[in-house]
């Protein structure tokens, strides 16, 4: 006792320690971030006049350098030519007329006409080459811009390729020279001496401790454990309480111990009492939106996992029949949706199977009527091959080793269910589950004294 609670002390004071240094990394982080975002010092009156012509031309320098500089030159060179253009046919219109004024005004004024006329022609046909030539100056100046930038993104392509390679090249050297776990393991527990130094050895081999083993341990428990009471938390919102239940489900598909952690830390009373609640608000008219499908997943996982069905043949919910009426409820309310028949009938199979034929169950699932919802959902599931497979299952589950529940299964003719079902789908196969009911499955309900089935 003395050791545990050293352990506990040691591991208390490891993980104060831990916290210390975590909190001292996260204020060192702060700092530096504000370090960061500060703004900067404002220079003096006397730095910031001096540094004006230089920013200024810095300025001008990377317009000039830039895409843009073509199109400000050509932008110049057009007024400039327009100006010099249109000024010197206004003077030599001036002219034309002070020289032609002793003659006809009108054949003066016409000669004025085409004069203007003809300069303008000139002016704008060499405008037009102007901006012809000006244009395919652009346009290579573009292209040539657009080839260097695919140059430089194949060169930083292949550079990124070349650094992959030769990390994929130096991971296989070093893998080819290191020994694999297994032979490195089995030269330690060969050059180490029997007993607990040899087990000691293999296990500094492998990595592994018992205390990590353990604290492993601890932790998936804690983790499940808090997983379990969101989804039992009621002032959790129903779709969040739902993601939980689909948290458990991928948890417990994992295998190993989580189904039993999920087991004992509550999960079959979670998913029953979520299944029960969805029924009940569908029965008010409230009907809880998503409905809980994730819950009934993580109560057929559970279920039918071989690690926790010792601990669920136990279980006060399963015996007692609990899982059993709220399932059953489930199916009822969900007549012809094929998703949750399956899942629902395996379910409701397992509980069956792990109730036991001396608790009761079996009967009081056929007296609340459980074999008309079977008869009724083959039709309504258009005799689908797994809800098949399922009313198959739970029909013969009910039977087996039950005496009580085989005659009651007779007189509503249950064998006449199962024998369609097995000629509809002839690949259908229970792998010698029900071996032991070839007897009952020829028998017939017994005829009416009018000659009719009863």
Same mark, same amino acid.
């Given at each position: 006792?003395?050791?545990?609670? %050293?352990?506990?002390?040691?591991?208390?004071?490891?993980?104060?320690?831990a916290?210390?240094?975590?909190?001292?990394?996260?204020?060192? !982080?702060?700092?530096?971030?504000?370090?960061?975002?500060?703004?900067?010092?404002? %220079?003096?009156?006397?730095?910031?006049?001096?540094?004006?012509?230089?920013?200024?031309?810095?300025?001008?320098?990377?317009?000039?350098?830039?895409?843009?500089?073509v199109?400000?030159?050509?932008?110049g060179?057009?007024?400039?030519?327009?100006?010099?253009?249109?000024?010197?046919?206004?003077?030599?219109?001036?002219?034309?007329?002070?020289?032609?004024?002793?003659?006809?005004?009108?054949?003066?004024?016409?000669?004025?006409?085409?004069?203007?006329?003809?300069?303008?022609?000139?002016?704008?046909?060499?405008?037009?080459?102007?901006?012809?030539?000006?244009?395919?100056?652009?346009?290579?100046?573009?292209?040539? =811009?657009?080839?260097?930038?695919?140059?430089?993104?194949?060169?930083s392509?292949?550079?990124?390729?070349?650094?992959?390679?030769? %990390?994929?090249?130096?991971k296989?050297?070093?893998?080819?020279?290191?020994?694999?776990p297994?032979?490195?393991?089995?030269?330690?527990a060969a050059?180490?001496?029997?007993?607990r130094? =040899?087990?000691? =050895?293999?296990?500094?081999?492998?990595?592994?401790?018992?205390?990590?083993?353990?604290?492993?341990? #601890?932790?998936?428990?804690?983790c499940?454990?808090?997983?379990?009471?969101?989804?039992?938390?009621?002032? *959790?919102?129903?779709?969040?309480?739902?993601?939980?239940?689909?948290?458990?489900?991928?948890?417990?598909?994992?295998?190993?111990? !989580?189904?039993?952690?999920?087991?004992?830390?509550?999960?079959?009373?979670?998913?029953?009492d979520?299944?029960?609640?969805?029924?009940?608000?569908?029965?008010?008219?409230?009907?809880?939106?998503?409905?809980?499908?994730?819950a009934l997943?993580?109560?057929? *996982?559970?279920?039918?996992?071989?690690?926790?069905?010792?601990?669920?043949?136990?279980?006060?919910?399963?015996?007692?029949?609990?899982?059993?009426m709220?399932?059953?409820?489930?199916?009822?309310?969900?007549?012809?949706?094929?998703?949750?028949?399956?899942?629902?009938?395996?379910?409701?199979?397992?509980?069956?199977?792990?109730?036991?034929?001396?608790?009761?169950?079996?009967?009081?699932?056929?007296?609340?009527?459980?074999?008309e919802?079977?008869?009724?959902?083959?039709?309504?599931?258009?005799?689908?091959? #797994?809800?098949?497979?399922?009313?198959?299952?739970?029909?013969?589950?009910?039977?087996?080793?039950?005496?009580?529940?085989?005659?009651?299964?007779?007189?509503? #003719? =249950?064998?006449?269910?199962?024998?369609? *079902?097995?000629?509809?789908?002839h690949?259908?196969?229970?792998?010698?589950?029900?071996?032991?009911?070839?007897?009952?499955?020829?028998?017939?309900?017994?005829?009416?004294?009018?000659?009719?089935?009863?």
């Open positions: 006792m003395d050791d545990m609670d %050293a352990k506990a002390a040691e591991e208390d004071a490891e993980l104060e320690a916290k210390a240094e975590l909190a001292e990394k996260l204020r060192l !982080r702060r700092e530096l971030l504000a370090r960061k975002d500060a703004p900067p010092k404002r %220079a003096s009156l006397l730095m910031t006049l001096l540094g004006a012509p230089f920013r200024v031309l810095a300025a001008v320098y990377a317009m000039c350098t830039t895409a843009n500089a199109l400000l030159t050509a932008l060179s057009f007024i400039s030519v327009s100006h010099g253009a249109y000024t010197y046919a206004y003077k030599k219109f001036e002219r034309d007329f002070e020289r032609d004024g002793e003659d006809d005004d009108g054949a003066s004024v016409a000669s004025d006409e085409q004069k203007v006329r003809r300069a303008f022609d000139v002016v704008a046909e060499s405008v037009g080459e102007w901006i012809a030539k000006l244009k395919k100056s652009y346009q290579a100046a573009s292209e040539k =811009a657009k080839a260097s930038s695919a140059a430089a993104k194949a060169r392509e292949a550079k990124a390729e070349a650094r992959r390679e030769e %990390a994929a090249k130096k296989l050297a070093e893998k080819k020279k290191a020994p694999p297994a032979a490195a393991a089995a030269a330690a050059a180490a001496p029997s007993g130094a =040899a087990r000691a =050895a293999t296990r500094a081999a492998l990595g592994t401790t018992v205390s990590g083993v353990l604290d492993a341990h #601890g932790v998936r428990k804690r499940i454990t808090a997983m379990v009471n969101m989804t039992l938390d009621l002032r *959790i919102e129903w779709r969040r309480r739902l993601r939980s239940f689909a948290g458990l489900v991928r948890v417990a598909a994992k295998g190993s111990s !989580r189904p039993y952690l999920i087991v004992d830390a509550g999960g079959v009373e979670a998913a029953t979520a299944l029960d609640a969805w029924v009940k608000s569908k029965a008010r008219g409230e009907v809880l939106q998503p409905g809980p499908d994730s997943q993580l109560l057929r *996982i559970l279920l039918n996992v071989p690690s926790a069905q010792k601990a669920l043949a136990l279980h006060e919910t399963i015996r007692g029949g609990e899982a059993a709220i399932l059953l409820d489930v199916l009822a309310e969900t007549p012809g949706v094929l998703p949750v028949q399956k899942g629902g009938l395996n379910a409701l199979w397992a509980v069956i199977r792990l109730a036991g034929p001396r608790s009761g169950v079996s009967e009081r699932l056929i007296k609340r009527g459980l074999f919802h079977l008869e009724d959902e083959w039709e309504d599931s258009f005799e689908d091959e #797994g809800v098949a497979h399922g009313i198959g299952g739970v029909i013969m589950q009910l039977a087996l080793g039950n005496r009580a529940a085989q005659a009651q299964l007779t007189n509503v #003719g =249950a064998q006449a269910l199962v024998a369609k *079902i097995l000629a509809k789908h690949g259908l196969s229970y792998k010698g589950k029900f071996a032991d009911l070839k007897t009952w499955l020829r028998e017939r309900r017994p005829e009416s004294r009018d000659g009719g089935d009863r």
